[in-house]
């Protein structure tokens, strides 16, 4: 009733003239690019080493610069609503949901919802997937490591959803020492679990599948700046009920806050 997000903005731009040419515009760019930089039996490889690693790939160039350009840019617009959290031995950084990026940065869910970046992740896992639903704020969010100790700890991506939830991770900005720390076929006995390290340049890639990969991003030094975005697919968008209570929980306090991830609901189921 109070709320002051206009709960249809995550589809109104998209919903005119412009934003359907906008659309358009983002999906001709990367299947342009994408039939240069991985054409098709390229992209087979890539999909016979995402299974090999247990459902994880790293790819050092991914997007085309002007996308990678536009993300820069998109962080400047959404400053002001980073969100920090501080939780002892797990986590400390800001982040900025899908909830802000629709009102400040809408390019970034345009990237989200092309259909070619979602075919070629198709291509890549050999799963159908599926959009986030409207309400989960990790579907698009950046994420900043802007002072001295912000991290996160060891974890995996946790499926709520009845089925998948694969996390792509893009490279935005990155002037630190932080570095994606993984562990591969950590939940597959008979495969030795194999350690490694990556520190993502601007428009590299990490995909993988959440329950698969442990990982952690290594803590920032004093005057570092690192910032990802990262994106979420699911292959059955239905979670049950318990399941979106401790979801709905682990977001407030760990990464968004109770604003951001309530204040949405609220806004909907008023309206509705
Ligand atoms: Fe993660």
């Known amino acids: 009733m109070n709320s002051t997000v206009n709960p249809a903005s995550a589809h109104t731009f998209g919903g005119n003239a412009a934003g359907r040419e906008r659309k358009q515009a983002v999906d001709e760019i990367l299947a342009a690019h994408l039939q240069r930089t991985s054409p098709e039996p390229q992209t087979a490889r ?55 990026i629709d009102e400040l940065a809408p390019f970034i869910a345009e990237l989200y919802r092309s259909p070619v970046l979602i075919r070629w992740l198709e291509k890549i896992s050999g799963d159908t997937l599926q959009e986030s639903p409207a309400d989960d704020p990790h579907a698009y969010a950046l994420y900043f490591y802007t002072k001295a100790g912000d991290h996160i700890g060891w974890h995996y991506d946790t499926s709520y959803y009845d089925g998948r939830r694969y996390t792509l991770l893009l490279g935005v900005m990155d002037d630190s020492s932080c570095r994606l720390e993984y562990e591969l076929h950590t939940r597959t006995p008979e495969i030795a679990d194999q350690p490694g390290s990556v520190q993502i340049p601007p428009g ?7 329950d698969k990969l442990r990982h952690r991003i290594t803590p920032a030094r004093a005057n570092e700046f690192r910032v990802s975005l990262t994106f979420e697919y699911v292959t059955n968008p239905n979670m049950r009920p318990w399941q979106r209570f401790v979801s709905n929980m682990k977001d407030s306090i760990a990464y968004f806050g109770f604003g951001q991830v309530f204040r949405r609901k609220g806004g909907k189921n008023g309206a509705a």
């Open 204 to 210: 590299g890639l990490v995909f993988f599948d959440g």
């Open 46 to 100: 890539r999909h016979q080493a995402f299974d090999d690693q247990g459902a994880f790939l790293y790819l050092e160039d991914f997007l085309p610069r002007e996308f990678t350009e536009k993300l820069v840019e998109a962080v400047h617009a959404v400053t002001p609503a980073i969100n920090r959290n501080y939780l002892p031995g797990h986590k400390q950084g800001g982040s900025v949901s899908r909830h802000a």
